[in-house]
């Protein structure tokens, strides 16, 4: 073999190595990476865990107190109270609208009697002769006192502006 073939193989192998030292310099930067980002996640993953073994260890304490009875059965007792109270108020619920649609109604009625009452207030005051054959319009009425009271003279004592 001739001294040139042989330094181009030589100089071919140192090629090849140095790619191949390089490829593995950078895999191995990577790993580096990857391991750093997986003991950041480890970590956090640990202070979790940490969280949630005191949260459950706190959740047990309220469940395994000193209750008499297991907590399923107290709160399947429960449900059954609040579901007799719930359907006792959308009882009274049900009658209250009856209630209700009996008051529309009633107010429906009244509305109707005073349409008529004014029609005829109207027509009787269509039927009375304007001018002055009509000497009451302008008379003042005397009012009359309260049921249960005595006419009386007014007092400047009895007024709080005097």
Known sequence: MSEAVAVAIVSAIASV???????????????NGHAKRAAAIATSAATNASSAAR???????????????????EQDERHGEN????????????????????????????????????????DIEQTIPKGPARPWVNTPRPIPPMPGTAPSEPSSKDS???
């Open 83 to 122: 579901t007799s109270k719930l359907d006792a108020v959308l009882s009274a619920l049900g009658e209250v609208r009856a209630d209700i649609g009996g008051i529309r109604s009633d107010v429906r009625q009244l509305y109707r009697q005073d349409a008529r009452t004014a029609d005829r207030i109207t």
């Open 55 to 73: 949260d459950a260890s706190a959740a047990r304490a309220q469940v395994e107190n000193d209750h008499t009875t297991n907590l399923r059965e």
């Open 160 to 162: 709080p502006w005097t």
């Open 17 to 31: 190595m140095v790619a191949g030292f390089t490829f593995l310099g950078v895999l191995v930067s990577r790993s």
